[in-house]
């Protein structure tokens, strides 16, 4: 079966660095998304890796390695708005998305 | 770029009436569409994909005479949630995906959602 794994919920300080880790095994693979979905809002797209590395936009950062079926989100220099779900997302050989459960981010003064 | 519009962004309406939302990309064209539903604090649930001109591709366990799908053109598609129940009240959002515009082609682009309650 297809499975994206994503820590339910973390924690983390205002002005501090955290990283939302992703694993996935899907079949295919045709790039991994993130998303940002704040409460009773709609996701809206962060990034988008389909090659191995690190992939920099401002204060976010997404890597991807696809040997190890693994990505990370990280954000920096936290800020109380930074508080929502990070969704992580593959997208398969059909070219359908399949999407983690989320990672609920809550940033502490 | 990459402007998903959506409407109405709330409704709230009577069992058994049925409501009519539409998804637009605004500054791009949209081949392929997506209609999702999300109950609160959980996570977003795939009803159904369609690309323009052609019917609509439902998940499992989403009735198509239900959730009527249409996606007449690049930059519209419309959900009509026929004969709505109390139990359809939820978040529908719709995302788009396109490949001009300057958009990246397997990009997913949001719509701000519409919350539906059934009364």
């Known amino acids: 079966g297809q499975n994206i794994d994503q820590p339910t919920e973390m924690t983390a300080t205002e002005g501090a660095i955290v990283q939302i880790n992703c694993t996935y095994q899907?079949?295919?693979?045709?790039?991994l998304f993130w998303y940002q979905q704040h409460a009773g809002e709609a996701p809206t797209f962060l990034s988008y890796?389909?090659l191995d590395g690190l992939e920099e936009k401002g204060r976010f950062s997404s890597f991807l390695s696809r040997s190890k079926g693994y990505s990370y989100l990280l954000l920096k220099e936290l800020q109380m708005k930074d508080s929502a779900s990070y969704l992580c997302a593959v997208m398969d050989s059909n070219y359908q998305l399949i999407w983690g459960a989320g990672t609920k981010l809550i940033i502490k003064p | 770029g990459a402007v998903v519009s959506q409407h109405p962004s709330w409704v709230i309406c009577k069992s058994g009436t049925s409501v009519k939302i539409e998804c637009r990309s605004l500054d791009f064209q949209a081949t392929t569409m997506f209609w999702y539903r999300q109950f609160p604090k959980q996570s977003l649930m795939l009803m159904a994909t369609?690309?323009?001109?052609?019917?609509?591709?439902?998940e499992q366990g989403v009735e198509k005479d239900k959730f009527l799908i249409n996606h007449a053109s690049l930059t519209l598609s419309t959900l009509t949630v026929t004969s709505a129940h109390p139990e359809d009240s939820s978040f529908y959002i719709c995302?788009?995906?396109?490949?001009?515009?300057?958009?990246?082609?397997?990009?997913?682009?949001f719509g701000p959602g519409t919350r539906l309650l059934v009364l």
């Open positions: 890796n389909v």
């Open positions: 995302s788009a995906r396109g490949l001009s515009g300057g958009v990246t082609a397997e990009t997913q682009y």
């Open positions: 899907t079949s295919g693979f045709n790039g």
């Open positions: 369609s690309n323009e001109g052609s019917k609509a591709t439902y």
